[in-house]
């Protein structure tokens, strides 16, 4: 069974930086491997919903990223570690949410329901 795991998330100053990594696992059970499924990063902050701040495609070849972080976060992967990274830099206490990432087969979505697996998400807070 397909898994992503999120791990880097934590307690960090306003203008600090740290970097998400979603591991992933099992996508040759669901008949592909992970390189034709995009990654999508989502946070929720307390009391809010769900949203998506980022996507890579499986080639790396498209990025996108909410207006909220563009400029400041950075996603990669590197498809041979069945690895996805956030680099969050200049961070602000509005990005304090969990963060989870999602795998789609082939395109990106801004969309919840529209994903086929989650991770549990790892928390991050920013805070003097």
């Known amino acids: 069974q397909p898994q992503l795991v999120e791990s880097g998330g934590g307690l960090v100053q306003p203008g600090g930086s740290l970097r998400l990594s979603c591991a992933a696992s099992?996508?040759?059970?669901?008949?592909?491997?992970?390189?034709?499924?995009?990654v999508n990063w989502f946070r929720q902050a307390p009391g809010k919903e769900r949203e998506a701040i980022s996507c890579?495609?499986?080639?790396?070849?498209?990025?996108n990223y909410a207006d909220s972080v563009k400029g400041r976060f950075i996603v990669s992967r590197d498809n041979a570690e069945n690895t996805v990274y956030l680099q969050m830099n200049s961070l602000k206490p509005e990005d304090t949410a969990v963060y989870y990432c999602?795998?789609?087969?082939?395109?990106?979505?801004?969309?919840?329901?529209?994903?086929?697996?989650w991770g549990e998400g790892t928390p991050v807070t920013v805070s003097s």
């Open positions: 890579i495609t499986g080639g790396s070849i498209v990025t």
């Open positions: 099992g996508f040759t059970a669901s008949g592909f491997t992970l390189d034709v499924y995009t």
């Open positions: 999602a795998a789609r087969f082939l395109r990106c979505s801004k969309y919840v329901h529209e994903m086929n697996y």
